[in-house]
């Protein structure tokens, strides 16, 4: 569970590529024949259904996007922890990739308040294992069935340091965003040194050519206090959901086997 995973690579074949894994790189690699479609549709469904199921009480979520190789060394982990602890006292329950790294410290933060602590892990090949602060851990086969659950139960999002994982997730949910596909939810972005490069790129390229308006930033609230953060997603959220949002949970039904996620004792 605590083993190093940056240094766990997974074994390539004679080309150089990774093993395949006959999920996603199968599924998109171009049209099969008629049953093996429609299997692999069933178990795209089946993985949809089991997602519903884990995640359906587990009430309002902050999802912390962040990279799994920046450990506890790392001069984020503590403000990614204090803020994820900060949230959860508010009432929000952390959903993560739940992985080590950012994710890990986010989880913990979770943890140290008593909060809901959710990861919604993918199977990769390199063996990412759940880290230690899960209440509930749900593993998936296909990267866009895992993103919908992480989008799909969140209000808020946090963003810490992280590399092309995390930065899949961020404008994936950017672009949802500014075509209003989904609500405009609150982005907190910290660690802001690691970040001012691809802020700049956004304000001194992107707006200057019009690929996107200045507007578009209005997504974004930057800043490496976790009070703040707390402060401005809990603001924001009230003012868009109402003040009872921390109390509006849905209640699971015991006859179809349907539970609410337990925290784990301290």
Known sequence: MDRDLTNSQPQQDRWGKLPRTDHDEVFLEGPRSRREELLRLMRIT???????????FVGPCV???????????????????????????????????????????????????????IGCNIELPMEQHPNAYLDRFIEFKYFFVRKVMLLKY???????????????????????MQTR????????????D?????EKFLRDTLIPTKAIDANDLRFFHATDEPEEAVAYITSVVTRGFGQDWATRRLNPQRLLGERAVAPAPH
Not at 46 to 56: I, S, V
Not at 154 to 166: D, E, L, Q
Not at 181 to 192: D, E, L, N, S, T
């Open 46 to 56: 089946g993985e949809f259904l089991r997602g519903f199921r884990a995640l359906h």
């Open 63 to 117: 999802t912390v996007f962040g990279s799994a190789r920046f450990g506890e060394e790392h001069h984020c982990y503590p403000i990614a922890r204090a803020t994820a602890r900060g949230l959860s006292q508010a009432g929000f329950t952390i959903m993560t990739g739940g992985g080590p790294g950012m994710m890990e410290a986010a989880n913990r933060g979770a943890r140290d308040a008593g909060g809901p602590s």
């Open 154 to 176: 969140s209000v808020a999002f946090v963003i810490m340091p992280g590399g092309f994982g995390t930065l899949d997730e961020v404008f994936e949910t950017l672009v949802l």
């Open 181 to 192: 596909k989904i609500h405009a939810f609150p982005i907190v972005i910290m660690g802001r």
């Open 194 to 198: 690691y970040w001012s490069p691809l």
